[in-house]
DNA sequence: ATGAAAGCGCTAACAG
DNA sequence: CTGTTAGCGCTTTCAT
């Protein structure tokens, strides 16, 4: 009995033919260790979850391929949980997943920072684009990937940029306002804002005309499905873009690529984001980083010019004007 | 001790004053039953799993969603698992999750029916999009959405229509075509087919060439991601489409819709699907049906129109030519 | 209506 | 190196 136990989870400590002959009998019979009653005891369950704020979101969705690729590699299963933008379910989700999963990848978390740095250390935690002192946390560059946008929209001549804002409250969203700032100022550009909106395209819809009336030649827009939206509502008021395509998304949805006209974007590594966060659960969970230290690990987000290959034209080039009606 | 046990679990055999005075300690200690330890004595784990063939379509994404809410909502938890469009990946999944959940909802399955017939019944099963004897399905009504699809064609007056065929071995794949070639010869149209090609946008820009060389005035694709692919690249090569859009997909991914020009897709009610299929196994696990019964719930697919709700034109009214070059 | 006791399937500590 | 024993946290007879 507890050689056949020994021989599933300490394979060394007993006998090499002893170990053979059980696992052939356990193939055999079809038997396999029953984790409910493996994690009475042990404590650990080898189940980690997910928590994002909105499962419709494409942007989640990448985030999970990428946890369950490299959580099944691992030999763990992943629980899914949408917390519906709410910071109350996600605290429940919290509670409610912490007893049965050994850890869990928190992603954009909508909760407000002195919760978070109170959770308790079990289950161990990893954040995924939301930085808070003390917690392991991956996250993009936002700012980098944002001067990269900025860079290109002042090469094009553009001086007057609008910002379409996503969720209040959100930490993304605040680092990409802030990194779009910090690279205006440096560029000498001026940068107004829209929103907050929803992120999702039809946001970007109700959003074109407000885009319009500010006489900006740029647009930054939160998130991909957003700039896709005011992309497709120019479209159907017949707008010209006379300056050049001068809308950009953030985000790494690769439905986006395929709008017509190609939209330009700052393409965030979504999916490996999502593994880097369970390999950092997973180098806690069995001990190879202290636990809960609160490094950080920061993926690269890059601008993607759609359609051309080619650096932005020089600024003398092209002179921008305000979009306008066709 | 065995007054708190039945206080959660049979509220009704237990003095009304004991129980309050049993949960009202437990919610000071936060005290929350351990699902493990419950499971290995009833048998039950209070979780659901969904297994796709790939975490990467936006199909199953909606799928998935459908499924996390509705489990929720009746307190169940849910794994994931991709399945990586491999049968033997699959079937090695069912197993590893079969321990672990008290039932599974299998999305478009590339298992062999023999081996779906002979699937345990433990866990619980319920189908997606599959057809199996005996098995409990729930399925969308592709036939319905093709003989749609072709009756707006055939009234634009196309006459040969060319189908963009989907992985060999999916069933989803085999139920649109069928439905398409009935469709077809009731009209009596013509229908041609390419492929298959993987589902996905870059199979569409592969197999543009091919669907123009076909003669064809109509292309239906096995979903929209293909379809949108080729109209990417039809623009690309700056291609017209003299007789009216003449490209339709098939599935319900609403980023799809965010396409210029528009795109006709035939919507499937994805998330509906998924909420429906975890509601039947839900049924099964508390004996609302009989184990294993193989009805089979129907959801109908609607053609839709982008751009106009207008009924298309009388035949007469426009005379398809060929896709050329402009 | 409640308490006592057995045991779900496994692993950990301890003998042998 | 391997067998024996206890007990993880719960539910479920069976008594009371």
Not at 46 to 70: E, K, M, S, W
Not at 283 to 304: F, I, K, M, S, Y
Request: one cysteine or more; hydrophobic letters at 45%; a positive charge.
């Amino acid at each position: 009995m507890a050689t056949v136990s020994r021989s599933f989870t300490a394979p060394q400590t007993v006998r090499e033919t002893t170990r053979r002959g059980v696992l052939q009998a356990a193939a055999d019979l079809g038997y396999q260790p029953n984790r409910a009653a493996r994690g009475l005891i042990t404590g650990r369950t080898g189940n980690v979850g997910v928590i994002v704020p909105d499962l419709g979101n494409p942007y989640f969705h990448a985030v999970l391929q990428g946890v369950q690729t490299r959580a099944r590699e691992a030999d763990y299963a992943v629980f899914v949980a949408d917390g519906r933008e709410s910071a109350a379910e996600e605290d429940a989700l919290i509670g409610a997943l912490s007893k049965q999963v050994d850890g869990i990848v928190l992603c954009s978390s909508r909760l407000p920072p002195a919760r978070l740095a109170a959770l308790e250390p079990t289950p161990t935690v990893v954040l995924l684009n939301r930085r808070v002192p003390g917690l392991p946390t991956v996250n993009v560059d936002s700012a980098g990937g944002m001067r990269q946008a900025v860079d290109h929209l002042a090469a094009l001549g553009h001086v007057r940029i609008v910002f379409v804002s996503g969720p209040r409250h959100s930490w993304s969203n605040q680092q990409r306002l802030r990194g779009l700032r910090a690279a205006a100022r440096a560029h000498g550009c001026e940068v107004l804002t829209i929103g907050p909106v929803a992120p999702q395209f039809d946001s970007g819809v109700e959003a074109a005309e407000r885009v319009l009336s500010t006489g900006a030649t740029a647009v930054l827009a939160y998130n991909d499905l957003v700039a896709v939206g005011i992309l497709s509502r120019l479209a159907e008021l017949k707008i010209t873009v006379p300056g050049g395509l001068s809308v950009i998304g953030f985000d790494d949805i690769p439905l986006a690529a395929m709008v017509t006209p190609p939209l330009t974007t700052v393409a965030a590594p979504t999916v490996l984001a999502g593994q880097t966060a369970v390999q950092a659960l997973l180098d806690r969970l069995e001990h190879r980083r202290q636990p809960l230290t609160g490094e950080v690990r920061t993926l690269p987000a890059t601008l993607v010019v759609r359609g051309s290959t080619a650096p932005p034209a020089p600024a003398a080039a092209r002179t921008p004007r305000s979009l306008q009606r066709a």
